[in-house]
């Protein structure tokens, strides 16, 4: 009885509000429980990199993530979100397409990269030169998570979904952390940092894979996905021109400073991304005047 009324209030209120409320409760949990890891553990490897590094050198860690993030680019970035409409239509050909289609465009974004690290060989900053030549081998895997989180996503199994993104940022943060205390060098760092986000990716790559169930596509959404892919250069360059700029201009050691002042923020920032995921899915089940309504 106890449990009919509280059923019986939820679909009321669910009703009065216009929100599936059981939905958007259960979906998200598991993703506000991945983010908010995510933020704890991303504060916390900052704090040993405080401890541990000097600030100019976190500071040119800090500038060899930033050109990873903006060369994103080159790995198709918005066909994550292709792969995400095509999971919720059932097309699970367009994320085995996709797949396909990132990991060759990223071939670019390798060399670019093993351009990078001969330029600061030249410039005689060896340290950072062997970092971005250890970025480049793992970057063709980099964007491969996203693709399957995207993929499972679809699926409505936010839970699965949040359990492999929290276990492969858990991972990585304790490789790195690891690397960091035990050899203190950028080279090391940079290995165990890239490398270890690699093998998580390879791995959740393989698990989305197992639960593709038809090859059905759409040719409209991979294009779609590319068409993404070139305005998020927009999104990319205003999040990450900033920290590309400031090492150049300015020093590392200010790069670092800088590094630390958004690191709150900028995880805020993702942490409202994941209501844009639970309600895409809504979205595209409702009909076009309701959907004009409510947006």
Same mark, same amino acid.
Request: zero cysteines; charged letters at 15%.
């Given at each position: 009885?106890? @449990?009919?009324?509280?059923? +019986?209030?939820?679909?009321?209120?669910?009703?009065?509000?216009?929100?599936?409320?059981?939905?958007?409760?259960?979906?998200?949990?598991? !993703?506000?429980?991945?983010?908010?890891?995510?933020?704890?553990?991303?504060?916390?490897?900052?704090?040993?990199?405080?401890?541990?590094? $000097?600030? #100019?050198?976190?500071?040119?860690? =800090?500038? !060899?993530?930033?050109? /990873?993030?903006? !060369?994103?680019?080159?790995?198709?970035?918005?066909?994550?979100?292709?792969?995400?409409?095509?999971?919720?239509?059932?097309? #699970?050909?367009?994320?085995? +397409?996709?797949?396909?289609?990132?990991?060759?465009?990223?071939?670019?974004?390798?060399?670019?990269?093993?351009?990078?690290?001969?330029?600061?060989?030249? *410039?005689?900053?060896?340290?950072?030169?062997?970092?971005?030549?250890?970025?480049?081998?793992?970057?063709?895997?980099?964007?491969?998570? =996203?693709?399957?989180?995207?993929?499972?996503?679809?699926?409505?199994?936010? *839970?699965?979904?949040?359990?492999?993104?929290?276990?492969? +940022?858990?991972?990585?943060?304790?490789?790195?952390?690891?690397?960091?205390?035990?050899?203190?060098?950028?080279?090391?760092?940079?290995?165990?940092?890239?490398?270890?986000?690699?093998?998580?990716?390879?791995? /959740?790559?393989?698990?989305?894979? @197992?639960?593709?169930?038809?090859?059905?596509?759409?040719? *409209?959404?991979?294009?779609?996905? /590319?068409?993404? =892919?070139?305005?998020?250069?927009?999104?990319?360059? !205003? #999040?990450?021109?900033?920290?590309?700029?400031? $090492?150049?201009?300015?020093?590392?050691?200010?790069?670092?400073?800088?590094?630390?002042?958004?690191?709150? $923020?900028?995880?805020?920032?993702?942490?409202?991304?994941?209501?844009?995921?639970?309600?895409?899915?809504?979205?595209?089940?409702?009909?076009?005047?309701?959907? @004009?309504? *409510?947006?």
């Amino acid at each position: 009885m106890v @449990k009919k009324f509280i059923n +019986n209030r939820i679909d009321q209120t669910s009703s009065l509000l216009g929100l599936d409320i059981p939905y958007f409760l259960k979906g998200g949990f598991w !993703l506000f429980s991945a983010n908010l890891i995510s933020i704890v553990g991303g504060i916390y490897l900052s704090s040993v990199f405080s401890r541990v590094w $000097p600030k #100019d050198v976190y500071g040119q860690f =800090s500038f !060899l993530t930033s050109i /990873v993030a903006l !060369l994103g680019i080159t790995s198709l970035t918005g066909m994550g979100e292709a792969v995400f409409q095509g999971s919720i239509e059932n097309r #699970d050909g367009v994320y085995k +397409n996709a797949l396909k289609k990132v990991f060759i465009v990223s071939i670019l974004g390798l060399f670019i990269l093993v351009a990078g690290a001969f330029y600061f060989f030249l *410039r005689n900053n060896s340290n950072l030169g062997y970092s971005v030549l250890a970025a480049s081998l793992a970057f063709p895997f980099y964007s491969l998570g =996203s693709l399957a989180i995207a993929f499972i996503k679809g699926k409505k199994n936010f *839970r699965l979904s949040s359990i492999l993104t929290l276990g492969s +940022n858990i991972f990585s943060v304790i490789v790195t952390a690891a690397a960091l205390i035990k050899f203190g060098s950028l080279i090391g760092v940079a290995i165990a940092s890239f490398w270890s986000t690699a093998i998580a990716n390879i791995f /959740v790559t393989f698990k989305a894979i @197992k639960r593709v169930r038809n090859r059905r596509t759409d040719e *409209r959404l991979l294009k779609y996905g /590319v068409f993404m =892919s070139f305005t998020n250069l927009i999104w990319l360059g !205003l #999040d990450y021109a900033d920290r590309f700029f400031i $090492p150049l201009l300015l020093s590392f050691d200010k790069n670092a400073i800088y590094s630390f002042a958004i690191l709150l $923020p900028t995880q805020i920032q993702n942490f409202f991304k994941m209501f844009t995921t639970l309600g895409q899915r809504k979205f595209q089940r409702s009909k076009i005047p309701k959907l @004009k309504r *409510r947006l």
